[in-house]
């Protein structure tokens, strides 16, 4: 929701606006959670285009909100060097919809 805040103005070609844009239905949510106690991961997510990155939390969590409709590649990449890196390839989101990737192990 983008609130649109009016205001006065003169003079030639100025005014003043006010309203609400909502804006729903374009996006949806990703979380999961990482199955090692070797320590914290990078989690990223990529469409190809864009590429958003997020680390867990000290319990494995992570969690993407407000992500674009579409289909994702993700790489998790532990902090710790003895781990490889893990890639789960087709994440499907819809929208306003939380896809759940569950536990996944190392």
């Known amino acids: 929701t983008v609130n649109i805040g009016g205001g006065t103005g003169s003079g ?3 005014g003043s606006a006010s309203g609400t844009i909502t804006v ?3 996006t949806g949510n990703i979380t999961g959670g990482i199955g090692t106690t070797m320590g ?3 989690v990223c997510i990529s469409n ?3 590429t958003f ?3 867990t939390s000290a319990s494995g969590q992570f969690n993407f909100q407000a992500v674009a409709t579409g289909t994702y590649t993700m790489q998790i990449d ?3 060097p003895l781990l490889a890196t893990q890639t789960v390839a087709n ?6 919809q939380t896809t759940s990737l569950g536990l996944i192990t190392f």
Request: one cysteine or more.
């Open 12 to 14: 030639t070609g100025s």
């Open 24 to 26: 729903t239905g374009l």
């Open 40 to 42: 914290l991961a990078s």
């Open 48 to 50: 190809g285009t864009n």
């Open 53 to 55: 990155c997020t680390m």
């Open 78 to 80: 532990p902090v710790l």
């Open 91 to 96: 994440v499907n989101v819809a929208a306003n």
